[in-house]
C-alpha cells in the first residue's frame, strides 16, 4: 500500500490541525495505521495508532487529551485531528502501516513496511 500524508502548516500554540493519511490500494482497511513524528536531532516517535476496524486505538501519553486518531476506509483515509498544539509538537509527522504488526509492537517504527513522505507541522509560541 502507498500512503500519502498531508495537512501539516504554521499554527501558534493553542491552535488545531487535522493530518491526513491517504492511501492506494484495496487492503488498506486491513492494515493498521500509525503515526509518528520526528523532530530535528529526535528519534522517530510514536504518536497514535488505530487497528483496521477502529475498536483499538492508542495515544501517546505527550499528546493524550489533544489528539485523536481515526478512520474512514470507505475513503482510504487515516487522520489525526491535533488540537491545543504545543512548541514540543513541532516535528515532521509520518504515517506508516502495516498488516502484521502485533498490538504489543505497535510503536515501533521498525515493524512498518509502509510510510508516507512525511508532512511538516510547526508551532509557535
Known amino acids: 500500500v502507498q500512503l500519502q500524508a498531508s495537512g501539516g502548516g504554521s499554527v501558534q500554540a493553542g491552535g488545531s490541525l487535522r493530518l491526513s493519511c491517504a492511501a492506494s490500494?484495496?487492503?488498506?482497511?486491513?492494515?493498521?495505521v500509525t503515526w509518528f513524528r520526528q523532530a530535528p536531532g529526535k528519534e522517530r516517535e510514536f504518536v497514535a495508532t488505530?487497528?483496521?476496524?477502529?475498536?483499538?486505538?492508542s495515544i501517546a501519553d505527550s499528546v493524550k487529551g489533544r489528539f485523536t486518531i481515526s478512520r474512514d476506509n470507505a475513503e482510504n483515509t487515516v487522520y489525526l485531528q491535533m488540537n491545543s498544539l504545543k512548541p514540543d509538537d513541532t516535528a515532521v509527522y509520518y504515517c506508516?502501516?502495516?498488516?502484521?504488526?502485533?498490538?504489543?509492537?505497535?510503536?515501533?517504527?521498525?515493524?512498518?513496511?509502509?510510510w508516507g513522505q512525511g508532512t511538516q507541522v510547526t508551532v509557535s509560541s
Open positions: 488505530i487497528n483496521w476496524n477502529s475498536r483499538r486505538t
Open positions: 490500494g484495496r487492503t488498506f482497511r486491513s492494515h493498521t
Open positions: 506508516a502501516a502495516s498488516t502484521t504488526v502485533i498490538a504489543s509492537a505497535r510503536t515501533f517504527p521498525s515493524q512498518y513496511g509502509s
